[in-house]
């Protein structure tokens, strides 16, 4: 990776709708070769795609949470993949320190995500504890 595959991906982690010509013209060089250097970031995974940014409660979700979740050992890729069956599970992570697995978790409001938490990780079979943390305010 040079400075200029740097510069791209900078730019489209920015605004993935970043226009190829505003990257061309920053970078000097043509849009052709700027979309070469994507496909080749693409086909060596560095890009492994493009995404949208969405406020949850504008969506009507207000109740956030990064939840932590630990579980029996030999359950563990069991729990993380029921887990990712799951609607309100946006992201899943598997962690290293305080959690095995990640997960946030969107829910309309405290009652839905007590539910969430309580009612359906909670009961995933080998999920030993589960450790919600409220998101009060994305800041980045």
């Known amino acids: 990776m040079d400075d200029k595959d740097w510069t791209i991906i900078n730019m489209l982690t920015e605004d993935a709708r970043t226009p190829l010509t505003k990257i061309a013209k920053k970078l000097g060089i043509t849009e052709a070769a700027v979309r070469k250097r994507l496909k080749n970031l693409e086909e060596r995974g560095v890009i492994r795609g493009y995404t949208t940014v969405i406020n949850p409660s ?13 579980t029996e050992p030999d359950k563990f890729l069991d729990v993380a993949k029921k887990v990712m069956e799951f609607d ?8 290293s320190g305080d959690h095995m697995l990640m997960v946030e978790i969107w829910a309309k409001d405290g009652d839905e995500l007590t539910k969430i938490i ?6 995933i079979d080998g999920v030993k504890r589960v450790c919600p943390a409220i998101v009060l305010e994305k800041m980045k």
């Open 58 to 70: 504008m969506l009507g979700y207000h109740s956030v949470s990064l939840t932590g979740i630990d």
């Open 88 to 95: 309100f599970a946006k992201n899943v992570y598997i962690t």
């Open 118 to 123: 309580s009612g359906i990780v909670g009961k």
